[in-house]
């Protein structure tokens, strides 16, 4: 989008959710690396815990989402997503808020404060992925429930 004078609009809500979206996505990924290397310093068995947990639940996750094969929002509604995403199916669970969550669970396991605030990003991401139109609602709340199952089910229940 153009301004009068010409210039692009850089803070367009379009560009302020893309970007939010990218931040969260990007502080969850070295949240995780952090925890990693601490759990590498402290103790091996949490270290090699904290990588086959979200591992195995990502690759489960991600073969349910390939056989399921749901339509993502632009492909019912025809409205483009933000993105410029172009992917056909695989949209539920979200693989973005199912990550944040089992990470989350993760870190909680380090620091229970980090992993609350990771919890709350989790659901904004979740929220950012729904606006961004390349998610339904039903695909961040699986997604979310999911990485929070995963997590009491390995690191809680045990």
Request: charged share 15%.
């Amino acid at each position: 989008m153009s301004s009068d004078n010409g210039r692009k609009k850089i803070f367009t809500f379009e560009n302020v959710i893309i970007i939010a979206g990218k931040i969260l996505t990007f502080f969850t990924a070295v949240s995780y690396v952090l925890v990693l290397v601490l759990f590498f310093n402290e103790n091996m068995t949490r270290f090699i815990e904290a990588i086959l947990v979200p591992g195995v639940s990502f690759v489960l996750v991600s073969i349910f989402r390939y056989i399921y094969n749901a339509p993502r929002p632009y492909e019912v509604t025809g409205i483009p997503p933000m993105t410029g995403k172009k992917t056909k199916g695989k949209s539920m669970p979200s693989r973005h808020t199912f990550s944040i969550f089992i990470i989350a669970m993760t870190v909680f396991c380090y620091d229970y404060r980090i992993g609350i605030c990771m919890l709350i990003a989790g659901v904004v991401l979740g929220i950012i992925r729904v606006i961004e139109r390349v998610h339904f609602v039903r695909d961040v709340i699986v997604g979310a429930a999911l990485g929070i199952g995963f997590g009491l089910l390995y690191y809680v229940l045990p």
